[in-house]
C-alpha cells in the first residue's frame, strides 16, 4: 500500500499531457482523483480510462483563469469525495489562490513542483541507462 492510497487528489489541466499521467500514476497507485480542464471530452475518457482499471475518478470542466469555475471545482471534489488532500495544479494560472486551500490543510504542488519532480526522475533515469550501458561495455 502506497502513501497515497486513499487519498483525494484534484488535478488542473488534467486532460492530456502530464496531468493525465500523473492521474493515471496516482490512481493505479490508489488515489482517488479529481479531474479538471478545459477538454471535457478528454476528461470523460481519462476519467472512464481509470475506472475500468479499477480506479477511483471524476471530472469537472474547469477553465482555472475564471474564480467561480475553479470554485465549482473545488466544491465538486468536496461534493463527490468529502475533501481534497492533495491539490496539483498542472494548469499553472489558478485564480483562486493555493494559499487559501493550503491554510485548509490542502497540499499544493505547483507546475514548478511537478516540474523539479519529472526532471528528478528522468535525470534519474538517464543515470541508470548511463550505468547499464557502461555496464554492457564493459563486461
Same mark, same amino acid.
Given at each position: 500500500?502506497?502513501?497515497?492510497?486513499?487519498?483525494?487528489?484534484?488535478?488542473?489541466?488534467?486532460?492530456?499531457?502530464?496531468?493525465?499521467?500523473?492521474?493515471?500514476?496516482? #490512481?493505479?497507485? =490508489?488515489?482517488?482523483?479529481? $479531474?479538471?480542464?478545459?477538454?471535457?471530452?478528454?476528461?470523460? /475518457?481519462? +476519467? *472512464?480510462?481509470?475506472?475500468?482499471?479499477?480506479?477511483?475518478?471524476?471530472?469537472?470542466?474547469?477553465?482555472?483563469?475564471?474564480?467561480?469555475?475553479?470554485?465549482?471545482?473545488?466544491?465538486?471534489?468536496? #461534493?463527490?469525495? =468529502?475533501?481534497?488532500?492533495? $491539490?496539483?495544479?498542472?494548469?499553472?494560472?489558478?485564480?483562486? /489562490?493555493? +494559499? *487559501?486551500?493550503?491554510?485548509?490543510?490542502?497540499?499544493?504542488?505547483?507546475?514548478?513542483?511537478?516540474?523539479?519532480?519529472?526532471?528528478?526522475?528522468?535525470?534519474?533515469?538517464?543515470?541508470?541507462?548511463?550505468?547499464?550501458?557502461?555496464?554492457?561495455?564493459?563486461?
Amino acid at each position: 500500500m502506497s502513501g497515497i492510497q486513499d487519498k483525494v487528489v484534484a488535478i488542473t489541466g488534467a486532460s492530456s499531457g502530464i496531468g493525465a499521467a500523473t492521474a493515471r500514476l496516482l #490512481a493505479r497507485r =490508489g488515489a482517488r482523483v479529481m $479531474l479538471g480542464a478545459r477538454g471535457i471530452g478528454r476528461l470523460d /475518457a481519462l +476519467a *472512464r480510462e481509470i475506472t475500468e482499471a479499477g480506479g477511483t475518478a471524476h471530472y469537472q470542466a474547469l477553465d482555472v483563469v475564471r474564480p467561480a469555475s475553479m470554485q465549482n471545482f473545488i466544491d465538486e471534489a468536496q #461534493a463527490v469525495f =468529502g475533501r481534497i488532500d492533495i $491539490l496539483i495544479d498542472n494548469a499553472g494560472a489558478m485564480a483562486t /489562490a493555493p +494559499a *487559501r486551500l493550503a491554510d485548509a490543510g490542502v497540499t499544493v504542488f505547483s507546475p514548478e513542483d511537478l516540474a523539479r519532480a519529472v526532471g528528478a526522475i528522468f535525470e534519474f533515469a538517464e543515470v541508470d541507462t548511463e550505468m547499464e550501458t557502461l555496464a554492457t561495455a564493459t563486461g
